[in-house]
Protein backbone atom coordinates (compact mmCIF):
# COMPACT_ATOMS: atom_id res chain seq x y z
CA UNK A 1 0.00 0.00 0.00
CA UNK A 2 1.00 3.56 -1.09
CA UNK A 3 1.23 5.95 2.09
CA UNK A 4 1.82 9.31 2.51
CA UNK A 5 5.39 10.29 2.76
CA UNK A 6 4.66 12.66 5.34
CA UNK A 7 2.69 10.31 7.54
CA UNK A 8 5.77 7.79 7.29
CA UNK A 9 8.25 10.72 8.08
CA UNK A 10 5.86 11.89 11.58
CA UNK A 11 5.44 8.08 12.32
CA UNK A 12 8.42 6.61 11.75
CA UNK A 13 10.42 7.09 15.12
CA UNK A 14 6.95 6.61 17.20
CA UNK A 15 6.09 3.32 16.14
CA UNK A 16 7.56 0.28 17.95
CA UNK A 17 9.00 -2.73 14.92
CA UNK A 18 8.45 0.13 12.46
CA UNK A 19 8.91 -2.96 9.76
CA UNK A 20 6.75 -5.02 10.82
CA UNK A 21 4.11 -2.13 11.28
CA UNK A 22 4.42 -1.33 6.91
CA UNK A 23 4.15 -4.73 6.06
CA UNK A 24 1.12 -4.89 8.12
CA UNK A 25 -0.55 -2.94 6.04
CA UNK A 26 -0.28 -5.62 3.05
CA UNK A 27 -2.55 -7.78 5.54
CA UNK A 28 -6.38 -7.94 5.13
CA UNK A 29 -8.31 -5.90 8.08
CA UNK A 30 -9.22 -8.04 10.84
CA UNK A 31 -12.97 -8.00 11.29
CA UNK A 32 -15.01 -8.83 14.35
CA UNK A 33 -18.63 -8.66 16.05
CA UNK A 34 -20.28 -8.07 19.04
CA UNK A 35 -23.30 -10.93 20.85
CA UNK A 36 -26.17 -9.14 21.41
CA UNK A 37 -26.94 -10.34 24.81
CA UNK A 38 -29.77 -8.69 25.09
CA UNK A 39 -31.61 -10.62 22.43
CA UNK A 40 -29.61 -13.80 22.16
CA UNK A 41 -26.72 -16.11 24.37
CA UNK A 42 -22.85 -16.36 23.27
CA UNK A 43 -23.86 -20.00 23.19
CA UNK A 44 -27.15 -19.60 21.08
CA UNK A 45 -25.67 -17.48 18.44
CA UNK A 46 -22.25 -19.26 17.50
CA UNK A 47 -24.23 -22.90 17.74
CA UNK A 48 -25.63 -21.52 14.68
CA UNK A 49 -23.21 -19.39 13.07
CA UNK A 50 -20.38 -21.97 13.60
CA UNK A 51 -17.91 -21.90 16.43
CA UNK A 52 -15.07 -19.03 16.12
CA UNK A 53 -12.36 -17.81 18.07
CA UNK A 54 -13.29 -15.02 20.76
CA UNK A 55 -11.67 -11.46 20.81
CA UNK A 56 -9.43 -12.32 23.57
CA UNK A 57 -9.55 -8.78 25.50
CA UNK A 58 -13.65 -8.10 24.99
CA UNK A 59 -16.98 -10.43 26.58
CA UNK A 60 -19.13 -11.45 24.05
CA UNK A 61 -16.90 -10.31 20.97
CA UNK A 62 -15.39 -12.96 18.05
CA UNK A 63 -13.44 -12.69 15.00
CA UNK A 64 -14.95 -12.75 11.56
CA UNK A 65 -13.31 -14.57 8.52
CA UNK A 66 -12.31 -12.16 6.02
CA UNK A 67 -14.98 -13.16 3.57
CA UNK A 68 -18.08 -14.09 6.06
CA UNK A 69 -21.17 -11.92 5.12
CA UNK A 70 -23.77 -11.70 7.81
CA UNK A 71 -25.12 -7.74 7.10
CA UNK A 72 -28.05 -8.87 5.19
CA UNK A 73 -28.71 -12.00 7.26
CA UNK A 74 -31.94 -12.53 9.86
CA UNK A 75 -29.17 -12.50 12.50
CA UNK A 76 -28.25 -8.94 11.69
CA UNK A 77 -31.91 -7.70 11.36
CA UNK A 78 -32.93 -8.99 14.28
CA UNK A 79 -29.99 -7.44 15.87
CA UNK A 80 -28.68 -10.72 17.81
CA UNK A 81 -25.01 -9.22 16.56
CA UNK A 82 -23.25 -6.13 15.79
CA UNK A 83 -19.97 -5.49 13.51
CA UNK A 84 -17.27 -4.01 14.95
CA UNK A 85 -13.39 -3.40 14.52
CA UNK A 86 -11.71 -5.78 16.83
CA UNK A 87 -9.43 -2.59 18.46
CA UNK A 88 -12.72 -0.67 18.78
CA UNK A 89 -13.57 -2.62 20.91
CA UNK A 90 -10.34 -2.65 22.99
CA UNK A 91 -11.55 0.81 24.28
CA UNK A 92 -14.35 0.31 26.53
CA UNK A 93 -13.08 -3.24 27.70
CA UNK A 94 -9.59 -1.33 28.90
CA UNK A 95 -11.94 1.03 31.28
CA UNK A 96 -15.15 -0.84 32.70
CA UNK A 97 -16.92 1.55 34.28
CA UNK A 98 -20.47 0.70 35.82
CA UNK A 99 -23.32 2.37 36.29
CA UNK A 100 -24.59 6.20 36.31
CA UNK A 101 -25.39 8.51 33.49
CA UNK A 102 -23.20 8.82 30.63
CA UNK A 103 -22.75 10.21 27.60
CA UNK A 104 -21.31 9.51 24.19
CA UNK A 105 -20.77 12.70 22.61
CA UNK A 106 -19.42 11.22 18.73
CA UNK A 107 -21.78 8.22 18.67
CA UNK A 108 -22.76 7.57 15.34
CA UNK A 109 -22.66 4.74 13.96
CA UNK A 110 -22.77 3.11 17.52
CA UNK A 111 -20.21 0.44 18.33
CA UNK A 112 -18.86 1.87 21.26
CA UNK A 113 -22.49 3.29 22.55
CA UNK A 114 -24.02 -0.43 22.38
CA UNK A 115 -21.17 -1.66 24.43
CA UNK A 116 -21.48 1.06 26.83
CA UNK A 117 -25.21 0.79 27.25
CA UNK A 118 -24.90 -2.35 28.70
CA UNK A 119 -21.96 -0.79 31.17
CA UNK A 120 -24.23 2.32 32.77
CA UNK A 121 -27.70 2.89 34.33
CA UNK A 122 -28.84 5.10 31.13
CA UNK A 123 -26.84 6.56 27.88
CA UNK A 124 -27.01 9.67 25.85
CA UNK A 125 -25.87 9.16 22.86
CA UNK A 126 -25.11 12.13 20.91
CA UNK A 127 -24.06 12.57 16.79
CA UNK A 128 -23.44 15.99 15.43
CA UNK A 129 -24.42 14.54 12.00
CA UNK A 130 -28.17 14.65 11.21
CA UNK A 131 -27.69 11.14 8.79
CA UNK A 132 -25.03 9.69 10.85
CA UNK A 133 -27.69 10.17 13.90
CA UNK A 134 -30.26 8.40 11.84
CA UNK A 135 -28.01 5.81 11.00
CA UNK A 136 -27.27 5.59 15.27
CA UNK A 137 -30.96 5.53 15.82
CA UNK A 138 -31.72 2.66 13.47
CA UNK A 139 -28.63 0.77 15.08
CA UNK A 140 -30.13 0.85 18.49
CA UNK A 141 -33.60 0.64 17.52
CA UNK A 142 -32.27 -2.88 15.62
CA UNK A 143 -30.35 -3.88 19.15
CA UNK A 144 -33.30 -3.08 21.35
CA UNK A 145 -31.50 -0.71 23.86
CA UNK A 146 -34.14 0.35 26.53
CA UNK A 147 -32.05 2.79 28.27
CA UNK A 148 -30.22 5.01 25.37
CA UNK A 149 -31.76 8.36 24.02
CA UNK A 150 -30.31 9.63 20.88
CA UNK A 151 -29.25 13.38 20.28
CA UNK A 152 -28.04 15.32 17.46
CA UNK A 153 -26.03 18.25 19.29
CA UNK A 154 -22.97 20.25 18.50
CA UNK A 155 -20.78 19.50 21.21
CA UNK A 156 -20.94 23.09 22.93
CA UNK A 157 -25.23 22.56 22.82
CA UNK A 158 -24.57 20.04 25.84
CA UNK A 159 -22.70 22.36 27.66
CA UNK A 160 -25.85 23.56 28.92
CA UNK A 161 -26.77 20.62 31.03
CA UNK A 162 -24.06 21.09 33.65
CA UNK A 163 -21.79 18.74 35.26
CA UNK A 164 -24.27 15.92 35.33
CA UNK A 165 -22.85 13.01 33.63
CA UNK A 166 -20.78 10.15 35.90
CA UNK A 167 -19.29 9.07 32.34
CA UNK A 168 -18.63 10.74 29.25
CA UNK A 169 -16.55 9.11 26.10
CA UNK A 170 -15.13 11.05 23.15
CA UNK A 171 -14.33 8.60 20.29
CA UNK A 172 -13.29 11.79 18.53
CA UNK A 173 -12.88 13.24 14.41
CA UNK A 174 -9.72 12.42 13.94
CA UNK A 175 -7.22 11.88 10.53
CA UNK A 176 -7.99 8.05 10.36
CA UNK A 177 -4.60 6.86 10.14
CA UNK A 178 -5.46 3.79 11.91
CA UNK A 179 -7.92 3.15 9.28
CA UNK A 180 -5.96 3.09 6.45
CA UNK A 181 -6.13 -0.52 5.19
CA UNK A 182 -9.91 -0.23 6.07
CA UNK A 183 -11.01 2.22 3.92
CA UNK A 184 -8.79 3.73 0.57
CA UNK A 185 -9.93 7.13 0.87
CA UNK A 186 -8.64 7.68 4.50
CA UNK A 187 -5.15 7.44 2.70
CA UNK A 188 -5.96 9.47 -0.27
CA UNK A 189 -7.44 12.53 1.83
CA UNK A 190 -4.51 12.70 4.45
CA UNK A 191 -2.56 15.47 4.83
CA UNK A 192 -1.08 16.97 7.60
CA UNK A 193 -2.61 19.93 8.02
CA UNK A 194 -6.16 17.77 7.91
CA UNK A 195 -4.88 16.31 11.37
CA UNK A 196 -4.04 19.81 12.42
CA UNK A 197 -7.26 20.93 11.86
CA UNK A 198 -8.50 17.69 13.76
CA UNK A 199 -6.74 18.45 17.20
CA UNK A 200 -8.33 22.12 16.94
CA UNK A 201 -11.60 20.29 16.90
CA UNK A 202 -10.63 17.41 19.60
CA UNK A 203 -9.33 20.36 21.95
CA UNK A 204 -12.64 21.97 21.77
CA UNK A 205 -14.83 18.61 21.96
CA UNK A 206 -12.97 17.75 25.40
CA UNK A 207 -13.39 20.89 27.02
CA UNK A 208 -17.11 20.55 26.19
CA UNK A 209 -16.83 17.71 27.63
CA UNK A 210 -15.49 18.74 31.04
CA UNK A 211 -18.41 21.04 31.44
CA UNK A 212 -20.86 18.24 31.30
CA UNK A 213 -18.88 15.72 33.52
CA UNK A 214 -19.16 15.53 37.26
CA UNK A 215 -16.49 15.61 39.96
CA UNK A 216 -14.75 12.09 40.30
CA UNK A 217 -16.55 11.08 36.82
CA UNK A 218 -14.68 9.15 33.49
CA UNK A 219 -13.75 10.81 30.64
CA UNK A 220 -12.70 8.33 27.94
CA UNK A 221 -11.33 9.58 24.91
CA UNK A 222 -10.40 7.65 21.87
CA UNK A 223 -9.57 7.70 18.34
CA UNK A 224 -8.61 6.12 15.39
CA UNK A 225 -5.16 7.66 14.40
CA UNK A 226 -1.39 6.96 15.19
CA UNK A 227 -1.06 10.56 14.98
CA UNK A 228 0.77 11.69 18.44
CA UNK A 229 -0.58 15.33 18.13
CA UNK A 230 -4.44 14.06 18.61
CA UNK A 231 -4.14 11.85 21.03
CA UNK A 232 -1.13 12.04 23.63
CA UNK A 233 -0.64 15.87 23.23
CA UNK A 234 -4.44 16.67 23.30
CA UNK A 235 -4.33 14.64 26.91
CA UNK A 236 -1.36 16.85 28.36
CA UNK A 237 -2.66 20.03 26.87
CA UNK A 238 -6.47 19.19 28.51
CA UNK A 239 -4.31 17.84 31.69
CA UNK A 240 -2.45 21.15 32.02
CA UNK A 241 -5.56 23.03 31.90
CA UNK A 242 -7.63 21.19 33.95
CA UNK A 243 -8.05 18.44 37.17
CA UNK A 244 -7.79 15.39 35.59
CA UNK A 245 -5.80 11.83 36.40
CA UNK A 246 -4.95 9.14 34.17
CA UNK A 247 -6.85 6.26 34.87
CA UNK A 248 -4.79 2.90 34.94
CA UNK A 249 -6.22 0.39 31.82
CA UNK A 250 -7.31 -3.16 32.70
CA UNK A 251 -4.06 -5.38 32.05
CA UNK A 252 -5.68 -7.89 29.87
CA UNK A 253 -6.56 -5.18 27.27
CA UNK A 254 -2.95 -3.34 27.73
CA UNK A 255 -1.17 -6.65 27.30
CA UNK A 256 -1.95 -6.36 23.44
CA UNK A 257 -1.33 -2.59 22.95
CA UNK A 258 1.86 -0.46 23.56
CA UNK A 259 2.42 3.23 24.74
CA UNK A 260 4.34 6.25 24.02
CA UNK A 261 5.06 8.81 26.71
CA UNK A 262 3.06 7.52 29.75
CA UNK A 263 1.45 3.67 30.06
CA UNK A 264 -1.67 4.80 30.78
CA UNK A 265 -2.38 6.12 27.09
CA UNK A 266 -2.64 2.89 25.21
CA UNK A 267 -1.98 2.46 21.41
CA UNK A 268 -3.53 -0.44 19.48
CA UNK A 269 -1.50 -1.29 16.04
CA UNK A 270 -2.27 -3.64 13.84
CA UNK A 271 1.27 -5.24 13.63
CA UNK A 272 0.99 -5.88 17.39
CA UNK A 273 -2.71 -7.33 17.62
CA UNK A 274 -5.64 -8.56 15.23
CA UNK A 275 -6.89 -4.77 14.86
CA UNK A 276 -6.60 -1.38 13.14
CA UNK A 277 -5.15 1.72 14.87
CA UNK A 278 -6.94 2.58 18.30
CA UNK A 279 -5.91 4.90 20.58
CA UNK A 280 -7.63 5.42 23.82
CA UNK A 281 -7.36 6.59 27.55
CA UNK A 282 -9.08 7.79 30.78
CA UNK A 283 -9.47 10.23 32.97
CA UNK A 284 -10.98 10.83 36.17
CA UNK A 285 -12.05 14.52 37.05
CA UNK A 286 -10.85 15.95 40.18
CA UNK A 287 -12.02 19.26 40.72
CA UNK A 288 -15.40 20.99 39.41
CA UNK A 289 -18.74 19.80 40.56
CA UNK A 290 -22.21 18.45 39.99
CA UNK A 291 -24.96 19.49 38.71
CA UNK A 292 -28.69 19.50 39.20
CA UNK A 293 -29.85 17.07 36.20
CA UNK A 294 -33.32 18.36 34.54
CA UNK A 295 -36.83 17.76 35.57
CA UNK A 296 -38.07 14.46 35.00
CA UNK A 297 -39.51 13.96 32.45
CA UNK A 298 -43.37 13.86 32.08
CA UNK A 299 -46.02 10.74 32.39
CA UNK A 300 -48.60 10.67 30.21
CA UNK A 301 -51.62 8.47 30.67
CA UNK A 302 -53.17 6.59 27.71
CA UNK A 303 -56.51 4.42 27.74
CA UNK A 304 -55.30 2.63 24.33
CA UNK A 305 -51.49 2.36 25.12
CA UNK A 306 -52.30 1.04 28.84
CA UNK A 307 -54.25 -1.76 26.60
CA UNK A 308 -51.76 -2.14 23.95
CA UNK A 309 -49.24 -2.68 26.74
CA UNK A 310 -51.54 -4.99 28.90
CA UNK A 311 -52.06 -7.35 25.43
CA UNK A 312 -48.72 -7.50 24.63
CA UNK A 313 -46.60 -7.77 27.58
CA UNK A 314 -49.42 -8.71 30.14
CA UNK A 315 -48.14 -5.13 32.34
CA UNK A 316 -48.35 -1.82 31.55
CA UNK A 317 -44.98 0.74 32.24
CA UNK A 318 -44.46 4.36 32.80
CA UNK A 319 -43.94 6.09 29.25
CA UNK A 320 -44.30 9.69 28.14
CA UNK A 321 -45.88 11.43 25.07
CA UNK A 322 -44.26 14.26 22.89
CA UNK A 323 -45.75 15.28 19.25
CA UNK A 324 -48.38 12.45 19.00
CA UNK A 325 -45.96 9.74 19.73
CA UNK A 326 -45.82 7.49 23.15
CA UNK A 327 -42.60 6.40 24.63
CA UNK A 328 -41.00 4.45 27.38
CA UNK A 329 -38.40 7.37 28.60
CA UNK A 330 -34.73 5.74 28.43
CA UNK A 331 -33.47 8.80 30.59
CA UNK A 332 -34.77 9.53 34.34
CA UNK A 333 -34.90 13.35 33.32
CA UNK A 334 -35.81 15.26 29.86
CA UNK A 335 -33.82 16.39 27.45
CA UNK A 336 -35.02 19.42 25.17
CA UNK A 337 -33.74 20.02 21.77
CA UNK A 338 -32.45 18.00 19.05
CA UNK A 339 -33.81 14.72 20.87
CA UNK A 340 -33.85 11.44 17.75
CA UNK A 341 -34.93 8.89 20.44
CA UNK A 342 -36.27 9.75 23.90
CA UNK A 343 -36.56 6.13 24.34
CA UNK A 344 -38.38 3.05 23.55
CA UNK A 345 -41.41 4.50 20.82
CA UNK A 346 -44.54 2.07 21.79
CA UNK A 347 -46.24 3.62 19.15
CA UNK A 348 -48.89 6.86 18.46
CA UNK A 349 -52.34 7.63 18.20
CA UNK A 350 -53.45 8.11 14.58
CA UNK A 351 -57.33 9.54 15.45
CA UNK A 352 -58.87 6.47 17.42
CA UNK A 353 -56.60 4.02 16.12
CA UNK A 354 -53.02 3.16 18.29
CA UNK A 355 -50.50 2.03 15.93
CA UNK A 356 -47.24 0.01 17.46
CA UNK A 357 -43.96 1.02 16.85
CA UNK A 358 -41.89 -1.48 15.49
CA UNK A 359 -39.29 -0.27 18.12
CA UNK A 360 -41.59 -1.50 21.02
CA UNK A 361 -41.49 -5.15 19.14
CA UNK A 362 -37.59 -5.24 18.98
CA UNK A 363 -36.76 -4.42 22.46
CA UNK A 364 -39.78 -5.80 24.61
CA UNK A 365 -39.90 -8.69 22.13
CA UNK A 366 -38.92 -11.21 24.71
CA UNK A 367 -41.39 -10.22 27.33
CA UNK A 368 -44.86 -11.12 24.63
CA UNK A 369 -45.75 -13.69 22.64
CA UNK A 370 -43.16 -15.31 20.65
CA UNK A 371 -43.63 -17.30 17.23
CA UNK A 372 -40.35 -18.61 15.67
CA UNK A 373 -40.94 -19.03 12.47
CA UNK A 374 -39.24 -21.70 9.55
CA UNK A 375 -36.69 -20.62 7.59
CA UNK A 376 -38.89 -20.07 4.24
CA UNK A 377 -41.27 -17.99 6.87
CA UNK A 378 -38.73 -15.79 8.26
CA UNK A 379 -37.80 -15.16 4.48
CA UNK A 380 -41.33 -14.26 3.74
CA UNK A 381 -41.64 -12.23 6.51
CA UNK A 382 -38.13 -9.93 5.99
CA UNK A 383 -40.04 -9.37 2.52
CA UNK A 384 -43.08 -8.28 4.16
CA UNK A 385 -45.27 -11.14 3.16
CA UNK A 386 -48.17 -11.86 5.82
CA UNK A 387 -47.95 -15.53 7.72
CA UNK A 388 -50.46 -17.84 9.48
CA UNK A 389 -50.92 -18.87 13.06
CA UNK A 390 -53.42 -18.97 15.86
CA UNK A 391 -52.57 -16.00 17.88
CA UNK A 392 -55.30 -13.53 17.87
CA UNK A 393 -53.29 -9.95 18.74
CA UNK A 394 -50.09 -8.78 18.41
CA UNK A 395 -46.53 -10.59 18.95
CA UNK A 396 -42.99 -11.01 18.40
CA UNK A 397 -41.40 -12.99 15.64
CA UNK A 398 -37.72 -14.25 16.46
CA UNK A 399 -35.12 -15.46 15.78
CA UNK A 400 -32.86 -17.82 17.80
CA UNK A 401 -35.24 -16.12 20.35
CA UNK A 402 -34.15 -12.99 19.93
CA UNK A 403 -37.35 -10.52 18.48
CA UNK A 404 -36.77 -9.38 14.54
CA UNK A 405 -40.21 -7.42 14.41
CA UNK A 406 -43.94 -7.32 15.59
CA UNK A 407 -47.39 -9.39 13.82
CA UNK A 408 -50.93 -8.38 14.48
CA UNK A 409 -53.00 -11.96 14.32
CA UNK A 410 -56.36 -11.94 12.97
CA UNK A 411 -58.68 -14.32 11.71
CA UNK A 412 -55.42 -17.10 11.30
CA UNK A 413 -53.30 -14.29 9.64
CA UNK A 414 -50.41 -12.75 11.00
CA UNK A 415 -50.26 -8.91 9.48
CA UNK A 416 -46.55 -8.20 8.95
CA UNK A 417 -45.55 -5.36 11.11
CA UNK A 418 -41.85 -5.23 9.91
CA UNK A 419 -41.24 -1.71 8.50
CA UNK A 420 -40.76 -1.27 5.11
CA UNK A 421 -37.66 0.80 5.15
CA UNK A 422 -35.98 -2.42 6.44
CA UNK A 423 -37.50 -5.16 4.70
CA UNK A 424 -35.59 -7.22 1.96
CA UNK A 425 -35.82 -6.19 -1.83
CA UNK A 426 -35.26 -9.50 -3.32
C1 LIG B 1 -14.90 8.07 15.14
S1 LIG B 1 -16.51 8.48 14.74
C2 LIG B 1 -17.43 7.77 16.04
C3 LIG B 1 -17.59 6.29 15.98
C4 LIG B 1 -18.52 5.75 17.05
N1 LIG B 1 -18.06 6.14 18.37
C5 LIG B 1 -18.71 4.25 17.00
O1 LIG B 1 -18.21 3.53 17.87
O2 LIG B 1 -19.42 3.77 16.11
C6 LIG B 1 -16.57 10.18 15.11
C7 LIG B 1 -17.93 10.83 14.97
O3 LIG B 1 -17.79 12.21 15.31
C8 LIG B 1 -18.66 12.98 14.50
N2 LIG B 1 -18.18 14.39 14.41
C9 LIG B 1 -17.66 15.03 13.36
N3 LIG B 1 -17.36 16.32 13.67
C10 LIG B 1 -17.70 16.49 14.94
C11 LIG B 1 -17.65 17.59 15.83
N4 LIG B 1 -17.13 18.77 15.48
N5 LIG B 1 -18.11 17.39 17.08
C12 LIG B 1 -18.59 16.21 17.47
N6 LIG B 1 -18.66 15.13 16.67
C13 LIG B 1 -18.23 15.27 15.43
C14 LIG B 1 -18.66 12.27 13.17
O4 LIG B 1 -19.84 12.56 12.46
C15 LIG B 1 -18.52 10.80 13.57
O5 LIG B 1 -19.77 10.17 13.59
Request: proline letters at 5%.
Amino acid sequence: MDLPVEFIAEIKNIVPDFEAFISSFDNKPSRAFRVNTLKVSDEVLLGAMGKREAVPYAEHCYYLGEDEKWGNHPFHHAGLMYMQEPSAMATLSAFPVKGGIALDMCAAPGGKTIALSGMVDCLVSNEVNPARAATLKGNIERMGLKNVAVTNFFPSEIEKYGEIFDVVLLDVPCSGEGMFRKDETAVREWSKAHSISCVARQKAIIRSADKVLKRGGTLIYSTCTFSKRENEDVIDDFMSEFDYELVEPRGTVADFTAYLTDRRMRRFYPHLASGEGQFFAALTKRGGGESKPPKATKRASDKEVDAFLLDTIGKTLPYSEHNGIFYVPALPFELSGKVALGGVRIGRREGKVFKPDHNFFSAYGSEMYNFEPSEEELSRYLHGEELFGDRVGYGAITILGGAIGGFKGVDGRYKNLYPKGLRRNQ
